[in-house]
């Protein structure tokens, strides 16, 4: 009953800029907490940035100054700044929800389909 639909990866040079974005559709629901994952080949899963109801943000040390987390509650959407892109930002980023459906009456995680940025030398 709810999706999370993710929209702007692409190719960049370094240096460059690419905002992401990932929202929530459906009814009869409710978002707590977002964040932001991204993956490589032969490696786990790591969280990028993450952002409470309330809006407070955490961000991975290696994307500090560089990155920006935000959502937009009346819209369900949580976005993903990126600026001075380098090489090794090259991933798969996932979005990832907390989400309480009226349907089952309970939380469950959400994840998006992925977007695939490539950031060039």
């Known amino acids: 009953q709810v999706q999370l639909v993710e929209s702007g990866g692409g190719f960049v040079q370094a240096g460059g800029s690419l905002r992401l974005s990932c929202a929530a559709s459906g009814r009869g629901f409710s978002v707590s907490g977002m964040a932001w994952y991204r993956q490589t080949p032969g490696k786990q899963r790591e969280s990028v940035a993450s952002?409470?109801?309330?809006?407070?943000?955490n961000y991975a040390d290696s994307v500090k100054g560089r990155f920006t987390i935000s959502r937009d509650n009346a819209k369900n959407t949580v976005y993903l700044q990126m600026n001075s892109l380098k090489p090794e930002d090259t991933a798969v980023y996932y979005c990832?929800?907390?989400?309480?459906?009226?349907?089952?009456?309970?939380?469950?995680?959400?994840w998006g389909q992925g977007t695939q940025v490539t950031v060039s030398s």
């Open positions: 952002i409470t109801s309330s809006g407070a943000t």
């Open positions: 990832n929800a907390r989400i309480f459906t009226h349907a089952t009456m309970g939380w469950n995680d959400y």
